[in-house]
């Protein structure tokens, strides 16, 4: 593998300029200026080449708060493997050193060959051939992964587990093995060795498991008996199901006196509030018969609260009427703002309803009509005191829907400091003082706004007419600093998971590796994962020590070759897919949503089945996207489509990519509206994100490539009603 890592590393400057060639820029185009004052990487040569080396089912996307700035910071939101939230162990110093220790009489390859045997008896059962191949893996990587495996099989072998836990600390299968074993010894009823070695966890099932330990003796005194009682009275009024064994811990909460009717109100409210219905009916079951006609005419509030909030006001009043009122207001806004309004403004002086209930309910009024773009927004929010900060930026949009430019730069005076520095508001205030006559202001904050690399950056300097600013300063680190990081032993494992072609254990073993490095040593780690052409990993790593200006490593030119055939083929510009990926999944082509989207550039199966038929392709399931080659063909088609249904509008086609035609349909002005405003405007957060750094990445891609043949105001053209007409 790493001979093939060598040779793709000198043929891809070659690669690049071939495929760099397909998208050239005009001579009349604005091209982008790039501040590249220091080398990428002392001592190596080029690693833009791409291979792939991710399957690992880990989502992807960036977090659409941060952006292009700080978006990197998120993990990947789902895992097929997720690690317990144990305590994390000590870094062993002897095991680090063994990190550069060969085994006496046989070198790494012998090992690796060792290691598979052992593996082949271990699935066998065949536990006397396995010890003689472990016996001679000591010092190898993966040893202690290979004891996991075994021990995970006997978890009755007390003393063989407490030595793995005691010897190898800095292991990750270390928390792993004791999640394991602990389930076990609750399983088979062994409280004393579990509750030596239990430790404070967030995993539910296992906290329940230690309180129930707590009744299971005359020894344990009352105090803390009623301790665990008022944990599991928290446990229980969670509003979603709890694993089955919290059964016996609830069991005893039901028979002591923390078991009340207002616990049980507490359970039900959440559950409604979590749309959990079914579980709503389960506590609603557990009430006394007087609450019963109450329970139920919560849950009719809750399945039609339109009618039946008028069955509420003419109701004689109970303790629970006034929480019920503002749960049916809140749940009729989403479907008739107005009504909700109206009957909330009418009657909401005959409910006992404490300050911060109030407070919260009329910041969600306000906030629905500026969802839905209603005029009457901004002085609905007016009539509130202490906004928070989500409730202030919404104020400033209200105004902004309504183009009332001088309500604009009130309310962007009104947000906290913080906020007001933020390029967004930066970037409006400046467009309200051009629109107020304010020209020498806004020329200031636009001049500055200019020199930044950012969706706001690039409006921005389209308004100066000026060059857009790459600001690439790649991050200094010297092929020693490399050596010498990968040369421990939890990144040697790392390697060596991937050697073997186990790349989710691989991507697993790095995050582990990561969590005891200083700042500087996760740079290192940074430049190794592109050196290791693990782009996800890099963008990632590079993130959590929140360094933005290494351009290449964070805008890397991963399947180059198939996402210039496909721009071809779709006759699109090579940036705008680039930028698609980046956003979608960060060049990790087994990316996995929680809503189901797959691949590159996280396809629906749905999306998936209809586009085969199109190309008159057998649809061979869901895992068929994970094949990058079929994603991007599917995916730049699919965007190639929502562009000509959308008449070529770059942001809306994009929006309707993420959040669906339906969705964008609807949020199409009445008459035409700056593009900027509408993406401003764009009730859904995830979505107005999207479209933000997917812009914004589109023209770094476009210097990556060199292909300068697009700026922002051809991608933010003005939207029409008539824009979504096809």
Known sequence: MKKIHHILLLLSPLCLLLSTNVFGGSD??????????????????????KIDIEKTQVLAKIDSNALYKNSDQSMPLRSPDVEPQLPEQPVSNSLDRMAVKHSAGKNITQQRQLFLQAENYLKKGDDKNYFLLADQLEDYPLYPYLQYQWLKKHLGDDHQIEHFL???????????LKRKWLYHLAKHKRWKTFLQYYTDTREVALSCYYYRTQFGSDEVSSGRKQLALRAA???????????????????????????????????????????????????????PAAYQSTAQLWLNLHRNPAHYIHVLLNAPETAQYALMFSYAIDRLAIRDINEAIALWDTNKQKFRLDRKQVEKLEEHLALVLAYKGESSAYERFGQLKDLDESSREWRVRSALSEQNWSRVITAIKALGHVQQQTERWQYWLARAYLKT??????????????????FYGFLAAD????????????????????????????????????LLGRKQQAKLQWWYALK?????????????AQQWYWDEIAIFTLAKVKYWNDVKMRFPLGYADKIYENATQQKLNPAILFGLVRRESAFNETAYSPTGARGLMQIMPRTGRQIASHFN???????????????????????????????????IALAAYNAGTKRVKQWLPDERLPADIWIETIPFKETREYVISVLAYTLIYQQRTDSNTLSMSELTKDVTPMSGKR
């Not at 009349?28 to 080449?49: C, E, H, P, R």
């Open 233 to 287: 009275a928290k446990l229980w009024a969670a509003g979603y199901s709890q694993p089955k064994q919290c059964d016996p811990l609830f069991t005893e909460l039901k028979h002591s006196r923390l078991f009340t009717q207002a616990l049980r109100w507490k359970r039900f409210d959440a559950a409604l509030r979590n749309n959990k219905t079914r579980l709503a009916v389960y506590v609603k079951k557990q009430m």
């Open 166 to 176: 005691n010897t190898q600390q800095s292991s990750r299968y270390v928390p792993i």
């Open 28 to 49: 009349n185009t604005k091209k982008l200026s790039v501040d590249n004052d220091q080398l990428q990487l002392t001592g190596l040569g080029s690693v833009d080449a």
């Open 437 to 454: 006559g304010k020209s020498e202001q806004a020329e200031k904050l636009l001049s500055a706004l200019s020199m930044k690399r950012s």
């Open 463 to 498: 308004r100066m007419d000026s060059m857009y600013q790459l600001v690439d300063n790649p991050i200094m680190v010297t092929a020693d600093e490399i050596t010498r990081l990968k040369n421990r032993l939890p990144f040697r494992i790392a390697d060596e998971f991937m």
């Open 516 to 528: 005891p490095l200083n700042k500087n040593e996760m740079m290192v780690a940074a430049k190794l």
């Open 617 to 651: 392709e057998r649809w061979h399931g869901s895992n068929s996207l994970y094949n990058p080659v079929k994603n991007l063909k599917y995916g730049s088609y699919y965007y190639q489509k929502l562009l000509r249904k959308f008449d070529g509008h770059y942001a």
